[in-house]
């Protein structure tokens, strides 16, 4: 499965963004899906995840109340609306998909498909 990100760019603190993905050609209906994201020199982290449905999710604390992660199966996509963003929110970001799986899972390794990111620069 070949997951495409989109909708990074550049704005500044206070703005927002909202981020997508999508499988062309496939459905990732029955999967979970995340989004996570890379800074310089830092790991890979997890910003938020969502279960097969829609109806459970997780937030990672710094992001929580600003962030909401959705997902629209009929449309074979994900999104991540961000508000309120902070520099420090400036990271590629990465959705991932999990197809062993339908419930909210929080490490890289529990993902088996990867987008190939798109980034984020919030200006102070």
């Known amino acids: 499965v070949q997951l495409q990100a989109y909708g990074g760019g550049l704005v500044q603190a206070g703005g927002f963004l909202r981020l997508s993905c999508a499988a062309p050609g496939r459905t990732f209906s029955s999967y979970a899906m995340g989004w996570f994201r890379q800074a310089p020199g830092k790991e890979r982290e997890i910003v938020a995840a969502?279960?097969?449905?829609?109806?459970?999710?997780y937030y990672t604390d710094s992001v929580q109340g600003r962030f909401t992660i959705s997902r629209d199966n009929a449309k074979n996509t994900v999104y991540l609306q961000m508000n309120s963003l902070k520099p420090e929110d400036t990271a590629v970001y990465y959705c991932?998909?999990?197809?062993?799986?339908?419930?909210?899972?929080?490490?890289?390794?529990?993902?088996?498909?990867w987008g190939q990111g798109t980034q984020v620069t919030v200006s102070s």
């Open positions: 991932a998909a999990d197809r062993n799986t339908g419930s909210v899972r929080y490490r890289t390794y529990d993902y088996q498909y």
């Open positions: 969502i279960n097969w449905s829609g109806r459970d999710a």
